[in-house]
């Protein structure tokens, strides 16, 4: 069993920083890629970014590209997504995620997933 608990998240203005944190307890994540998914009221879950098993590989979002970055640190059996210049867009339940099969970018290739923490952007 995996346990994925996010923290990080809170109210910022427009062009602001947030970073976001994704620990795991029960297992270890080093051998598996990870991914940040957000969700937004009355939206689809929406692929944010993804992370090889190594951080050899990571995955953005246009919509994220150049603006967050995502990293890992196995020792801590933790990953972070760094958010900069945050647009009021980007306001969203974030979730963290195990990846288990082929495609980074859908929801069915995560198994595990965190309870989410809440970003808000006000312009």
């Known amino acids: 069993q995996v346990q994925l608990v996010e923290s990080g998240g809170g109210l910022v203005q427009a062009g602001g920083s947030l970073r976001l944190s994704c620990v795991a307890s029960g297992r270890t994540l080093s051998s598996y890629a990870m991914g940040w998914f957000r969700q937004a009221p009355g939206k689809v879950r929406e692929f944010v970014a993804a992370?090889?098993?190594?951080?050899?590989?990571?995955y953005y979002a246009d919509s994220v590209k150049g603006r967050f970055t995502i990293s890992r640190d196995n020792a801590k059996n933790t990953v972070y997504l760094q958010m900069n210049s945050l647009k009021p867009e980007d306001t969203a339940v974030y979730y963290c995620?195990?990846?288990?099969?082929?495609?980074?970018?859908?929801?069915?290739?995560?198994?595990?997933w965190g309870q989410g923490t809440q970003v808000t952007v006000s312009s």
């Open positions: 995620a195990r990846k288990v099969s082929s495609s980074y970018y859908y929801t069915t290739s995560y198994d595990y």
């Open positions: 992370i090889s098993w190594n951080g050899g590989m990571t």
